[in-house]
């Protein structure tokens, strides 16, 4: 693993049910916020990843607030912004129980699982959302 900056944190929450595509819909929603935005967005959230992803983030808060008593620096949560945030594929579980489909066929049930990896910085980014 990669060493990060004291005013960096990272959280990852594998294995979260949904597919990869329905959470990224969460997570672009939040992407470049302020920790506190991004907590309220996620409350509020009518999607069923956002628990998870509120898990995650709440999680990259802990980290950034465990790194910084380890390095002997004050970190005030309030200050923290979402660098960055994606959601990588998880594994896809085909159950042996068929579904029905048109016409006599049959379809296999999948689960879908993904990956969420949240990184938190105490440096605001620029106007665009971005870092310049």
């Known amino acids: 693993m990669t060493h990060l900056n004291p ?3 990272r959280a990852s929450a594998k294995f979260l049910r949904g597919s990869p595509q329905k959470a990224r819909l969460v997570i672009d929603m939040i992407r470049g916020k302020n920790v506190n935005q991004a907590l309220a967005i996620l409350r509020y959230s009518n999607k069923r990843a956002a628990l998870g992803i509120e898990k995650c983030v709440k999680s990259a808060i802990a980290n ?8 002997n620096i004050s970190v005030d949560p309030d200050e923290l912004w979402l660098k960055a945030a994606f959601v ?3 594994p896809t579980k ?3 129980r068929l579904r029905p489909a ?3 066929r049959a379809f296999r049930q999948q689960r879908h699982f993904c990956h969420v990896t949240i990184l ?3 440096d605001q980014p620029g106007e ?3 870092k310049e």
Do not use: F, V, Y
């Open 7 to 9: 005013m960096e944190a």
């Open 64 to 71: 950034a607030n465990e790194a910084a008593e380890k390095a």
């Open 88 to 90: 990588d594929d998880g």
């Open 94 to 96: 085909s159950r042996r």
């Open 102 to 104: 048109p016409q006599g």
């Open 120 to 122: 938190l910085t105490n």
């Open 128 to 130: 665009n959302g971005k």
